[in-house]
């Protein structure tokens, strides 16, 4: 089993539509939970991040946390174009990089 | 503030070749991040340096793959001899704390192995 699981989509919508993204996991000792977007051929970029469970929001971006479930989710609201990205969920039990994992992304189309 | 850069973009070589990748972090982040990006997954890392001491190199395939950051700023990664699978964008980032998660990227450097 994985130690993070993510479903690859692809997703499509049309523009306005609200969005959810999400992860499941295995190791209950993740603590540190990240979204990054990834433009094509680019890096990914940190969007969201979000410590132990509950909720964060960010403008259009809501980060939720349920760790009983070892589920994780990221809403976007009102979605645009510009939002047409591949998005990552990562997630790391202690404060060292070296223990980040990494879901295998979904792949997001916002049709205007 | 200048991001992360990487060279070369895009590299093509044949199995059994060599090939280097460069990296220079923002100026300022001591930890350093090479990560593998093979298509349709999430990226692994490869290796992650403190300053120019490594930190984690356990999934580092050593038979084939070094790194080095001299004077704890630029990085090279090599791969010696090439396989088919090592076909990937391979991601440099830096960091300027430990605290998990906040990296920052580079555009990558694309490999394809034939």
């Known amino acids: 089993q994985k130690e993070v699981e993510q479903d690859p989509g692809p997703l499509s919508v049309p523009e306005g539509a609200i969005v959810s993204l999400n992860c499941t996991y295995s190791n209950s000792a993740f603590q540190y939970f990240m979204w990054y977007r990834q433009y094509s051929r680019k890096g990914p970029e940190l969007l969201m991040y979000t410590y132990s469970s509950g909720n964060k929001e960010d403008g259009r971006f809501t980060a939720q946390v349920d760790k009983s479930s070892k589920y994780i989710s990221l809403f976007i609201r009102d979605s645009q174009p510009s939002d047409s990205a591949t998005y990552l969920c990562?997630?790391?039990?202690?404060?060292?990089?070296?223990?980040?994992?990494f879901g295998t992304g979904t792949r997001l189309t916002v049709i205007p | 503030e200048a991001g992360v850069a990487q060279s070369p973009r895009y590299k093509i070589i044949e199995k059994r070749q060599s090939v280097a990748f460069w990296c220079n972090p923002i100026s300022g982040h001591a930890t350093l991040y090479w990560y593998q990006q093979i298509l349709g997954q999430g990226p692994k890392l490869l290796i992650q340096?403190?300053?120019?001491?490594?930190?984690?190199d356990s999934q580092l395939p050593k038979d084939r793959f070094s790194a080095e950051r001299l004077k704890g700023v630029d990085s090279t990664l090599k791969i010696q001899p090439a396989k088919l699978e090592d076909s990937a964008v391979y991601l440099c980032?830096?960091?300027?704390?430990?605290?998990?998660?906040?990296?920052?990227f580079g555009e990558g450097s694309r490999l394809t192995v034939l």
């Open positions: 990562a997630m790391s039990a202690s404060t060292g990089a070296n223990n980040l994992f």
């Open positions: 980032a830096s960091s300027l704390s430990t605290v998990a998660g906040e990296l920052f």
């Open positions: 340096f403190q300053n120019n001491g490594v930190v984690d």
